[in-house]
């Protein structure tokens, strides 16, 4: 099944992310039914299943309709510049097995095709602070950081540093966050990388961003690490 509920990517612009998503649904094919009704105007390039079927609705030269308000790396308009995978899951239980298995195995193929770096899959979470969870506190992040899908912070210890509110949110902001309130990156910055952390802002937090933001952040002479 294809989705209608797409366009032509804008000014220009060619995949350079990939975000992920789930669905918050009660099965695959109601979120299959979803994001190809015309009426509901959303969409995803690929929707995979619990049991690891790669549904490939939008292609992916063409532009999906799943970012929604949101910035990373310091741009907008997101769904010019991204795949979106969605994933069947409530948000409240664990990825499936083969599911992982797929997306690993996708996102190989999407990031060798569009040319695309590991620190450019993202969540949800990630460009949408306080807008959007997913995928959540039970996704992997680490195993995909290290089949190289993604990344994932050194030891927080050795850059761990006092807590420093404004050198939080300029490293957060330095490695791609949108620019916002220091409560809210920190709880989307411990969604992705440190979900047991509570608490207050405390140094191994800081450990965690500085190590991102020196090793994946934006050069602000280059846009680029």
Same mark, same amino acid.
Request: hydrophobic fraction near 45%.
């Given at each position: 099944?294809?989705?209608?509920?797409?366009?032509?990517?804008?000014?220009?612009?060619?995949?350079?992310?990939?975000?992920?998503?789930?669905?918050?649904?009660?099965?695959?094919?109601?979120?299959?039914?979803?994001?190809?009704?015309?009426?509901?105007?959303?969409?995803?390039?690929?929707?995979?299943?619990?049991?690891?079927?790669?549904? !490939? /609705?939008? +292609?992916?030269?063409?532009?999906?309709?799943? %970012?929604? $308000?949101? *910035?990373?790396?310091?741009? #907008?308009?997101?769904?010019?510049?991204?795949?979106?995978?969605?994933?069947?899951?409530?948000?409240?239980?664990?990825?499936?097995?083969?599911?992982?298995?797929?997306?690993?195995?996708?996102?190989?193929?999407?990031?060798?095709?569009?040319?695309?770096?590991?620190?450019?899959?993202?969540?949800?979470?990630?460009?949408?602070?306080?807008?959007?969870?997913?995928?959540?506190?039970?996704?992997?992040?680490?195993?995909? !950081? /290290?089949? +190289?899908?993604?990344?994932?912070?050194?030891? %927080?210890? $050795?850059? *761990?540093?006092?807590?420093? #509110?404004?050198?939080?949110?300029?490293?957060?902001?330095?490695?791609?966050?949108?620019?916002?309130?220091?409560?809210?990156?920190?709880?989307?910055?411990?969604?992705?990388?440190?979900?047991?952390?509570?608490?207050?802002?405390?140094?191994?937090?800081?450990?965690?961003?500085?190590?991102?933001?020196?090793?994946?952040?934006?050069?602000?002479?280059?846009?680029?690490?």
């Amino acid at each position: 099944m294809r989705s209608p509920n797409f366009g032509p990517r804008r000014d220009g612009l060619r995949p350079e992310l990939v975000v992920l998503h789930y669905t918050a649904m009660e099965c695959c094919e109601a979120a299959l039914r979803r994001l190809c009704d015309p009426v509901r105007k959303v969409s995803a390039h690929y929707l995979i299943s619990e049991t690891g079927t790669i549904h !490939a /609705l939008v +292609g992916e030269d063409m532009r999906a309709w799943h %970012a929604g $308000a949101g *910035a990373w790396r310091g741009a #907008g308009d997101v769904n010019s510049r991204s795949i979106g995978i969605e994933l069947a899951n409530s948000g409240a239980v664990p990825f499936a097995a083969r599911q992982i298995d797929a997306l690993e195995h996708l996102l190989g193929g999407i990031l060798s095709r569009w040319h695309i770096p590991p620190w450019g899959v993202i969540g949800h979470s990630d460009m949408a602070p306080g807008r959007k969870p997913d995928p959540g506190p039970r996704f992997d992040w680490r195993r995909l !950081a /290290l089949c +190289g899908l993604s990344v994932w912070p050194a030891a %927080a210890s $050795a850059m *761990a540093a006092a807590p420093d #509110g404004p050198r939080f949110r300029a490293a957060a902001t330095r490695f791609g966050y949108p620019d916002t309130d220091t409560a809210l990156l920190l709880q989307v910055v411990r969604a992705r990388f440190c979900p047991w952390r509570t608490g207050a802002l405390g140094p191994d937090d800081m450990g965690v961003i500085l190590d991102l933001a020196a090793r994946f952040g934006i050069d602000p002479a280059t846009k680029a690490p």
